[in-house]
């Protein structure tokens, strides 16, 4: 059914019939509200205006499958790891737990290999999930059906239940961060990171509870914080440096790298630009993105002044702010100068007051040891 989506959003059909197994009312209701919001980007960008419970209708022909609840004993984690700065914070966190863990990929590219390497994870330690695409769907792409943003997450967390319940470990410790919950659009709800938000992980864990019945709690380990702590925590983990990548532009080429050119790629250099900048972050991306003029509208619409967010797994407006007020004093004690986009910031807008540094969101799902490590580790400085 979360596959499913992807072939879905093709023709959009109102009417969708499942075959093998069945669903309740609540399972409808429970996937309507997933293609729904999980198609929020999807639908702002193809201009698709429907109400959630006309998107599609469910019709099951198939037989129930009645799933009995598995009482073994399940132990140590399961974590995510995407190749960016967040599932390194939280191998760094957890990395106690490695014993015990496994990381889990969809793809299984060498970065995100080399960083679960980092720290300290052995090849037989790596769950590597192969998803293939039908080639009918490629096809109806070329000839111009419907196209667009999935919600991904969400097919992470079935696969990651999938292979948590195989090799009976408790813990799914995911990245999602408490920033995911923003919108894109001012007014409405479409948000780029749906399945990364409180409100899907909340619906994921009543649904797993439900109708999959095994020992395993869902969660993000860094939900009651933000991108910019994230940012910080990244910061302190240098053997990381060199290796992460988030930019999903050069995700396509081979070797990954960052593009420098994209919403994503100035986002992380803007969010570890309080901690890193500049040497640092230059020997990262290989260029200072700051001094970019042709980012200026990208750089205007991350901080919120443009008419919708980048549709992206970016921060919040008030952290973007927050970093780049914290960078341009960083740079004015120095009495340095303030390179092109920073320049532009200061003469166009007010520099953020807030302390963004001290946030701790406690609607979260952690369960309490793994809570007080996020909190040890933060020291609220």
Same mark, same amino acid.
């Not at 109806?140 to 239940?161: D, E, M, R």
């Not at 914080?225 to 440096?241: P, T, V």
């Not at 960052?258 to 500049?278: A, E, G, H, M, Q």
């Given at each position: 059914?979360?596959?499913?989506?992807?072939?879905?959003?093709?023709?959009?059909?109102?009417?969708?019939?499942?075959?093998?197994? #069945?669903?309740?009312?609540?399972?409808?209701?429970?996937?309507?509200?997933?293609?729904?919001?999980?198609?929020?980007?999807?639908?702002?960008?193809?201009?698709?205006?429907?109400?959630?419970?006309?998107?599609?209708?469910?019709?099951? !022909?198939?037989?129930?499958?009645?799933?009995?609840?598995?009482?073994?004993?399940?132990?140590? =984690?399961?974590?995510?790891?995407?190749?960016?700065?967040?599932?390194?914070?939280?191998?760094?966190?957890? #990395?106690? &737990?490695?014993?015990?863990?496994?990381?889990?990929?969809?793809?299984?590219?060498?970065?995100?290999?080399? =960083?679960?390497?980092?720290?300290?994870?052995?090849?037989?330690?790596?769950?590597?999930?192969?998803?293939?695409?039908?080639?009918?769907? %490629?096809?109806?792409?070329?000839?111009?059906?419907?196209?667009?943003?999935?919600?991904?997450?969400?097919?992470?967390?079935?696969?990651?239940?999938?292979?948590?319940?195989?090799?009976?470990?408790? &813990?799914?410790?995911?990245?999602?961060?408490?920033?995911?919950?923003?919108?894109?659009?001012?007014?409405?709800? !479409?948000?780029?990171?749906?399945?990364?938000?409180?409100?899907?992980?909340?619906? $994921?864990?009543?649904?797993?509870?439900?109708?999959?019945?095994?020992?395993?709690?869902?969660?993000?380990?860094?939900?009651?914080?933000?991108?910019?702590?994230?940012?910080?925590?990244?910061?302190?983990?240098?053997?990381?440096?060199?290796?992460?990548?988030?930019?999903?532009?050069?995700?396509?080429?081979?070797?990954?790298?960052? =593009?420098?050119?994209?919403?994503?790629?100035?986002?992380?250099?803007?969010?570890?630009?309080?901690?890193?900048?500049?040497?640092?972050?230059?020997?990262?991306?290989?260029?200072?993105?700051?001094?970019?003029?042709?980012?200026?509208?990208?750089?205007?619409?991350?901080?919120?002044?443009?008419?919708?967010?980048? $549709?992206? =797994?970016?921060?919040?407006?008030?952290?973007?702010?927050?970093?780049?007020?914290?960078? !341009?004093?960083?740079?004015?004690?120095?009495?340095?100068?303030?390179?092109?986009? %920073?320049?532009?910031?200061?003469?166009?807008?007010?520099?953020?007051?807030?302390?963004?540094?001290?946030?701790?969101?406690?609607?979260?799902?952690?369960?309490?040891?793994?809570?007080?490590?996020?909190?040890?580790?933060?020291? $609220?400085?």
């Amino acid at each position: 059914m979360v596959e499913a989506i992807s072939y879905f959003k093709s023709t959009c059909s109102p009417q969708f019939f499942i075959k093998c197994g #069945k669903l309740d009312d609540f399972q409808e209701n429970w996937f309507k509200k997933l293609y729904y919001l999980g198609l929020g980007e999807f639908r702002f960008i193809n201009n698709i205006k429907v109400e959630q419970n006309k998107l599609v209708e469910f019709t099951s !022909i198939g037989e129930d499958i009645d799933v009995k609840p598995n009482e073994n004993k399940f132990t140590g =984690c399961v974590i995510p790891v995407g190749g960016g700065k967040d599932s390194n914070v939280t191998m760094n966190l957890l #990395k106690k &737990y490695k014993n015990d863990s496994l990381v889990f990929m969809i793809g299984g590219k060498k970065v995100s290999k080399d =960083c679960a390497k980092v720290a300290g994870y052995a090849e037989e330690q790596i769950i590597e999930v192969k998803r293939i695409i039908d080639k009918n769907l %490629l096809e109806l792409n070329k000839k111009g059906f419907f196209n667009g943003h999935t919600p991904f997450s969400a097919i992470v967390a079935f696969i990651s239940y999938l292979c948590s319940y195989m090799l009976e470990k408790k &813990y799914i410790a995911l990245s999602n961060e408490d920033s995911a919950n923003e919108t894109n659009v001012d007014g409405e709800n !479409i948000n780029h990171q749906y399945s990364k938000t409180i409100e899907f992980e909340n619906d $994921f864990r009543e649904y797993a509870k439900r109708y999959l019945k095994a020992d395993i709690e869902y969660f993000s380990m860094l939900r009651p914080i933000s991108e910019l702590q994230i940012a910080m925590l990244f910061s302190r983990i240098e053997d990381f440096h060199p290796i992460f990548k988030s930019c999903n532009v050069g995700s396509k080429s081979e070797p990954w790298m960052w =593009c420098c050119d994209c919403p994503k790629c100035l986002f992380v250099y803007t969010i570890l630009s309080p901690f890193l900048y500049k040497e640092k972050l230059i020997n990262i991306f290989g260029e200072d993105l700051f001094e970019k003029e042709k980012l200026l509208k990208t750089f205007v619409e991350l901080c919120g002044y443009g008419e919708t967010k980048p $549709f992206e =797994c970016v921060g919040t407006y008030s952290e973007i702010r927050f970093a780049i007020s914290k960078t !341009i004093e960083n740079l004015e004690k120095q009495d340095k100068k303030l390179p092109y986009l %920073l320049e532009y910031y200061r003469n166009n807008f007010e520099l953020s007051k807030e302390n963004l540094l001290e946030f701790y969101n406690e609607n979260n799902n952690l369960p309490e040891e793994f809570a007080e490590i996020l909190k040890d580790k933060l020291l $609220f400085e």
